[in-house]
């Protein structure tokens, strides 16, 4: 049975750094496309993140790119999001996600990232 | 990638049918046949309940079904029922990335 569980979510000031991890359980991380979303109730969902099944390659959302950094640990089939130099409007839910055919499937219960001062 | 869009909200009967539309562009909708389509109820994850347009994952009730034309997506619930009240959106892959919907607020009346 497929299961994720993502953590590391909390309040951070503006300018610093937090890291998600998302564990897997069910299915292996080498064989899987995985996503990062976001979600906040004015902007509904974003996608973020995704990492490819070989880890190779890895693309993100103009609003993030150059700060948050997919990444993934075989040994602990864990996937992570390292969010550096955050900002207010990064104040989400982050969900990590299995790919289907080019979308998010399963689904985390989320972690609630909030930046503020 | 700007969100897709779909609106705002959309409201039917019990026994009735509603249909959302979900707009993109040639770029995600119109140019691949990768729509997903999730519900969400309050505080909880989104679920999938169509992927490949019109596919439905196991479990989930053939009173839903998608369909797409040029860069327009739709879900349909057919026979709508008090539990299908929820938010619902539509997710397109986009080549190296997938872009959401703005969402879509089902209320059965």
């Known amino acids: 049975q497929v299961h994720l569980v993502e953590s590391g979510g909390g309040v951070v000031q503006p300018g610093r750094s937090l890291r998600l991890s998302c564990a897997a359980s069910?299915?292996?991380?080498?064989?899987?496309?995985m996503h990062w979303v976001r979600q906040t109730p004015d902007k509904g969902l974003e996608w973020v993140a995704v990492?490819?099944?070989?880890?190779?390659?890895?693309y993100y959302a103009d609003s993030v790119k150059g700060r948050f950094t997919i990444s993934r640990d075989i040994s602990k089939n864990t996937l992570d999001l390292q969010m550096n130099s955050l900002k207010p409007d990064d104040t989400a839910v982050y969900y990590c996600a299995r790919n289907l055919y080019g979308n998010p499937e399963y689904w985390g219960q989320g972690t609630l990232v909030t930046v503020s001062s | 990638h700007s969100a897709l869009t779909q609106p705002r909200s959309v409201s039917g009967s019990p026994a009735q049918s509603v249909t959302i539309s979900c707009t993109g562009t040639s770029s995600d909708v119109g140019g691949y046949n990768y729509v997903s389509w999730y519900q969400q109820h309050p505080d909880r994850a989104p679920k999938l309940m169509i992927y490949d347009v019109s596919k439905r994952p196991s479990g989930v009730p053939d009173r839903f079904s998608g369909s797409k034309s040029g860069s327009t997506a739709s879900l349909t619930i057919s026979g709508l029922q008090a539990e299908d009240e929820a938010d619902y959106y539509c997710c397109s892959y986009a080549g190296s990335s997938s872009v959401f919907g703005t969402g879509t607020k089902v209320t059965v009346l």
């Open positions: 069910g299915f292996t991380l080498r064989t899987y496309i």
């Open positions: 990492i490819s099944d070989d880890g190779n390659e890895k």
